[in-house]
DNA sequence: CAGCTACGTTGCGTGTACTGCAACACTCAT
DNA sequence: ATGAGTGTTGCAGTACACGCAACGTAGCTG
């Protein structure tokens, strides 16, 4: 690995956290003030820091673009979303799409008519890892080996009650969720939403994104928005077909 | 500036644009195979670039999660939003914020209650700078030189007859905006949309930010559209005031 | 206003760490 | 089998990134 580049980025998390000036970047990199300057500038040049007017660095707009094709390219999304809209159309709740990635989930598209919701506050946003619905069918879908390393490593929050409490507790569950191929999470992460959600599987079988609906209880109970899992299911078989280019599936 | 790094950020662009294999990385950069490989590597452990099972590489999760911190630190935004859904609320048409950096001009919050849009669509993404009323009103604030400078540079697609054709004429109504001190575009973008915009301006009078309320021809002409402008104005010298400190925020 | 500190910036010699080469390992087609 | 196409590794030479020290410029303080 390279040494200048490893340090350069090692810059971006730590502007992320907050505006920082000359010194407290190069004490924080450990370096000497002249090598952090040359490192800020080339990202600078890149649009990847801004400079404000107090002469403090910031994260910049070339991210904002970067992250934004980088979605706008996974093609999941993009043969995704029009059946998640059409989900959304006839069960009227908040439909997610999720991925796996590097030990972390996230969502990638969400469709919500109902309300104005602050989009951006979710998308690329890391998922509660150890308690959604998307998540326990990302990770079950994992080799033996992965899963456990995985599940090891994670802390395990107790959002509410029902929060799973910890790595063996979360390992039957995917276990569970493995076998039966679909998977809820009842107040598991705030006490009053519930979600059922289902895999998209790839040419292959191996599960490449999941999708779910997710509502509060004051809408729907538990038991009600478990009546949407055939929906819910079809639609990601849909879609997993159109993924494989196979034509659209029929099975449920 | 550093030309490891200068390389190694190289490939972020280029992976925007679709998942490339280490040779055609390697080519594009003009260095050798190996070279690639371990700036990759690096990228990859920061998790800016991630390998995918055909082995090609694409854009990693961190960046959205980078871009999401940076989005959470920009004050203005924060400051902004209740008044922007408060502005929705009462006339029911989408509402924008935007900025200017370094050349560009960026969408950064977006409200819009009637549809379900796809708001990452616009978040983050260059808006069409010639034409805009919020890019007007940035960049109408900008000294003389670089407002000329950038003007210079542009390109002016023809979007619609109403496009604004080229530097000079783009000049002219830049000049016409900073007199009046807010700005439109009637149908300049596309066809049926008219937008009005205002500026928010730092407690040293620099345009910081602009926003603007856009709708299609057939809810509200033009005309109507205009007869919103002072109660937009108004949002905007509110948010100016709040930014700057001036007005002690008041509960909600 | 002089003197101070704190900060960003510049030029330069030294030596590190980045580069490209060449050889290897591997997977697919033919 | 054999070949062409990948990605990967170790190594020697040298470009280039590093830290130093000196300078420029603010912003305080007496």
Redesign the pocket.
């Known amino acids: 690995m390279?040494?200048?580049v490893d340090?350069a980025l090692s810059i971006l998390p730590l502007l992320a956290e907050g505006p920082a000036?000359?010194?407290q970047v190069a004490d924080r990199l450990g370096?000497?003030?002249?090598?952090a300057?040359?490192?800020l500038r080339t990202l600078h040049e890149h649009g990847l820091v801004y400079r404000q007017s107090d002469?403090r660095y910031r994260l910049g707009a070339r991210l904002f673009a970067l992250a934004q094709e980088a979605m706008e390219n996974l093609d999941i999304r993009e043969i995704a979303h029009p059946h998640l809209t059409r989900l959304n159309d006839s069960c009227g709740h908040t439909v997610h799409l999720a991925v796996y990635e590097e030990g972390e989930v996230l969502y990638i598209d969400k469709v919500d008519s109902r309300y104005p919701v602050r989009m951006y506050s979710r998308i690329g946003k890391p998922v509660a890892i150890t308690v959604a619905a998307v998540a326990k069918l990302l990770l079950a879908d994992l080799p033996e080996a992965e899963r456990r390393a995985v599940a090891e490593k994670l802390d395990y929050p107790a959002y509410t009650p029902r929060s799973t409490p910890n790595a063996p507790a979360f390992l039957t569950e995917l276990e569970k969720v493995r076998e039966q191929g679909w998977a809820t999470d009842l107040g598991g992460h705030e006490e009053s939403i519930n979600c059922v959600a289902a895999p998209i599987r790839g040419a292959d079988g191996r599960v490449v994104a999941a999708m779910s609906v997710s509502a509060p209880n004051v809408v729907v109970s538990a038991d009600e928005l478990l009546t949407l899992l055939p929906l819910v299911r079809r639609t990601a078989d849909t879609i997993s077909g159109e993924y494989s280019g196979r034509n659209p599936v029929t099975a449920q």
């Not at 370096?31 to 090598?35: A, D, E, Y």
């Open positions: 390279s040494q200048t340090r000036d000359l010194g370096v000497h003030k002249s090598t300057l040359r490192l002469q």
